[in-house]
């Protein structure tokens, strides 16, 4: 925009979103024990999904999509990005030595980082699901990152235990999930809201697009692996007959993509549930509690919805092991205390 006086151009009256090293910069004194070291781990995580997003887009072009002919520590067929993914995070949080410990559902049991003076002096622990929703690869369909991070309870200075990642998702220092979908958006929260910046990739900066993330007042969309339905429990097969009724607001919208990621972001931006529940061949349900239901229930309840296990809200969970599943409800706060009045009047009959 020029000034016709001077003709020169004028500061755009729309200014430049602040970019995701800004806010970190920024918001730092928000972060809890602001050391620099939680920011300098938001750092490296924006690194990873940036390489990992690379790769994603170049999957079909490259040899690197299809099966790595490897199965995971969850029994499923490992893909070749999966793999990437897992090592190109686990690679860059370790050579940074920002924190004393990973755990990633590619590996069986957690990694243990001494840093290069053997020091495990880092405060921090990561857990991810490097690559999640990776069946969705080979069809061009949306994938995710998702991170949690706990501050370690064991002595600092001592090599990380399984205790320091065995922690109720009430202690997460910072939760996020990174979408790889049309364009690729990073969503995370310290505690302090909910904020998506977007990759611009031309440049390599992600920009802050989503300011303090909140659900929508209502919701209308449910999102739910139907072809499960006969395997539910009574009480869920009654609240998706509720979504279905034609009565007041409904029937609502069903909405499925496979990747919990893009299923969880969409309910995020528009509305909605997304339900996972027990099912009669996986009865404690499929999603795992450390690495995919706790960190997207802390950026669902930073949002103004809630996250569930049916009865109990998920991030008062006590883990007892790494790859635990859990049954997940989570979404706009009213649907999810509607699916629980469902689930709970099932079990008075
Ligand atoms: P189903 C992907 O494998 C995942 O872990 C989540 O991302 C997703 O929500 C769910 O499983 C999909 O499971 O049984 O519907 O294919």
Do not use: W
């Amino acid at each position: 925009m020029s000034n016709p006086k001077t003709n020169r151009l004028t500061p755009n009256s729309k200014p430049t979103p602040q970019t995701l090293g800004e806010f970190l910069i920024d918001n730092q004194s928000d972060f809890p024990f602001a050391s620099g070291e939680l920011t300098r781990l938001l750092n490296s995580i924006r690194l990873a999904a940036k390489v990992v997003n690379h790769n994603v887009n170049q999957a079909g072009l490259v040899d690197i999509t299809g099966a790595a002919q490897n199965i995971n520590v969850q029994g499923e067929e490992q893909m070749k990005l999966d793999v990437f993914a897992d090592v190109t995070f686990i690679n860059t949080l370790t050579n940074r030595e920002i924190v004393c410990g990973i755990a990633s559902e590619e590996n069986e049991d957690f990694i243990a980082v001494a840093g290069s003076d053997g020091g495990h002096k880092q405060h921090y622990v990561v857990l991810i699901d490097p690559l999640d929703g990776s069946s969705n690869i080979d069809i061009n369909a949306p994938v995710g990152t998702i991170f949690s991070i706990y501050r370690r309870t064991s002595p600092q200075g001592t090599p990380v235990k399984l205790e320091d990642f065995l922690q109720p998702g009430n202690m997460q220092v910072a939760a996020g999930y990174v979408l790889y979908g049309t364009s690729t958006i990073m969503v995370f929260t310290t505690g302090n809201g909910v904020n998506g910046f977007t990759l611009n990739p031309a440049l390599g900066t992600y920009y802050r697009s989503h300011p303090d993330m909140r659900f929508p007042e209502k919701g209308n969309i449910y999102s739910v692996n139907e072809g499960k339905y006969a395997t539910f429990p009574q009480g869920v097969k009654d609240y998706i007959k509720y979504c279905q009724k034609e009565e007041d607001d409904r029937p609502y919208t069903s909405r499925y993509i496979g990747a919990l990621a893009a299923d969880f972001h969409r309910s995020l931006i528009k509305g909605g549930i997304f339900l996972y529940p027990e099912t009669s061949t996986a009865p404690t349900g499929k999603l795992r509690l450390l690495y995919e239901c706790n960190p997207i229930a802390m950026i669902a309840e930073q949002a103004g919805g809630k996250a569930s296990n049916g009865t109990q809200r998920i991030m008062e969970v006590k883990p007892t092991e790494l790859h635990q599943r859990v049954p997940f409800f989570c979404g706009n706060a009213e649907m999810v205390d509607d699916v629980e009045r469902c689930i709970a009047e099932a079990s008075n009959t």
